[in-house]
């Protein structure tokens, strides 16, 4: 089996949050685009927090992110995996994070979308790679395969994205 690669970040040089997820699922990797899974309540959350909403355009939403201070990224950068189940990862190789954080300085908190995108930057990323300091968090993962967590539970963790971003009234804040 072929390997598969993540998507470049999604991010802007003032950013000041990085979500992070593990590795693209297979309906992301086809679209080309971030949490691309229309059960993926990820697009449904940052709508509700800075009004990315699942129905805009893909690029539109992106822009939202970036115009709000939230870069988007993968902990891999490339992986073998049969499914689009983290469980099934494999052969693991991160993303190069000390080259993304010497391009972003004001990046001070990771989040990570689920425990496997925070147990891949633990093992493979961080005492390995150069990294400024980092608050580092874990947030329910919004797959589809983590349903048990309901929606308003998944948000109202999520809403941790907000505290470190300005309040800008241009933005939706939650």
């Known amino acids: 089996m072929s390997p598969i690669r993540s ?14 997820g ?3 699922g297979r309906r992301s990797l ?5 949490y691309a899974h229309p059960s ?3 697009w449904k ?3 509700e927090l800075v009004g990315a909403y699942p129905g805009m355009p893909y690029q539109e939403r992106l822009a ?3 115009t709000a201070g939230i870069a988007l990224w993968d902990v891999l950068d490339s992986c073998v995996r049969e499914t689009s189940m983290d469980s099934d990862i494999r052969q693991e190789s991160a993303n190069d994070f000390s080259s993304f954080f010497a391009r972003h300085p004001h990046i001070t908190q990771v989040f990570f979308n689920g425990s496997k995108a925070e147990q891949c930057f633990r093992k493979f990323v961080q005492d390995k790679q150069t990294l400024p300091p980092l608050k580092l968090q874990r947030l329910p993962s919004t797959s589809p395969a983590h349903a048990g967590l309901p929606y308003a539970d998944k948000l109202q963790a999520w809403r941790a994205v907000m505290s470190d971003l300005p309040k800008d009234p241009k933005r939706k804040n939650a």
């Open 45 to 47: 959350i940052m709508g």
């Open 64 to 66: 939202i992110l970036r």
């Open 7 to 20: 998507f470049e970040p999604v991010s802007s040089v003032d950013a000041r949050v990085l979500i992070l």
């Open 40 to 42: 993926n309540v990820f």
């Open 30 to 34: 086809e679209q080309n685009q971030y």
């Open 22 to 24: 593990s590795m693209p």
